[in-house]
T-cell receptor, first 115, second 112 residues
Framework: GAVVSQHPSRVICKSGTSVKIECRSL??????MFWYRQFPKQSLMLMAT?????????EQGVEKDKFLINHASLTLSTLTVTSAHPEDSSFYIC???????????FGQGTRLTVV | AQRVTQPEKLLSVFKGAPVELKCNYS??????LFWYVQYSRQRLQLLLR??SRESIKGFTADLNKGETSFHLKKPFAQEEDSAMYYC??????????????FGTGTRLKVLA
């Protein structure tokens, strides 16, 4: 299957700083990428959908100024958590979809800890 | 609105017993439905997609549009099936945005 790589896998940052998470599709062009947040023992909550070259569409309740999403190329999307706070600590997962196939493929996730 | 419901958080069965993980969905159009599996400390992996009508690792799932269900079944559970299972739906929202959403997941425990 297609490979999606997420980096970093773990990051610890200080409160008030910003953190960038990268999501790359390694062997296919992803016109659509999704960003999720997963709390412990809970499901994936869709945060936003990003399409290459256009603004991301955020789900209700997700602050677009706090979670900046950029999808500048067909193989890379980034999520920047700005002015991070401890409550932003979570597991963030990206997935990418090639329009030629129906399913999305997932990155390994990034565990963000804000101290 | 699009919604995926998995009513069971935890399902425990004995090895060799049949398994059915329930999934119901709400969607106004024709959705694409999937089952994903997450083994301990691993990333989400696609298990099944409704359009393929395939059987993977002995699992099958049939889309029932009348009941808006996409239950996952396996006739004889194996210990290695123990994992977290997520039902997912993709399609265009009324806003036109393409979405990919997940149910809350069911943890399957297969007991020896």
């Amino acid at each position: 299957g297609a490979v999606v790589s997420q980096h970093p896998s773990r990051v610890i940052c200080k409160s008030g700083t910003s953190v960038k998470i990268e999501c790359r599709s390694l062997d296919f062009q992803a016109t659509t990428m999704f960003w999720y947040r997963q709390f412990p023992k809970q499901s994936l909550m869709l945060m936003a959908t990003s399409n290459e070259g256009s603004k991301a569409t955020y789900e209700q309740g997700v602050e677009k100024d706090k979670f900046l999403i950029n999808h500048a190329s067909l193989t890379l999307s980034t999520l920047t958590v700005t002015s991070a706070h401890p409550e932003d600590s979570s597991f963030y997962i990206c997935s990418a979809r090639n329009p030629g196939v129906l399913e999305a493929f997932f990155g390994q996730g990034t565990r963000l800890t804000v101290v | 609105a699009q919604r995926v419901t998995q009513p069971e958080k935890l399902l425990s069965v004995f090895k060799g017993a049949p398994v059915e993980l329930k999934c119901n969905y709400s969607y106004s159009g024709s959705p694409e439905l999937f089952w994903y599996v997450q083994y301990s400390r691993q990333r989400l992996q696609l298990l099944l997609r409704h359009i393929s009508r395939e059987s993977i690792k002995g699992f099958t799932a049939d889309l029932n549009k009348g009941e808006t269900s996409f239950h996952l079944k396996k006739p004889f559970a194996q210990e290695e099936d123990s994992a977290m299972y997520y039902c997912a739906l993709s399609g265009h929202a009324t806003s036109g945005t393409y979405k990919y959403i997940f149910g809350t997941g069911t943890r399957l425990k297969v007991l020896a």
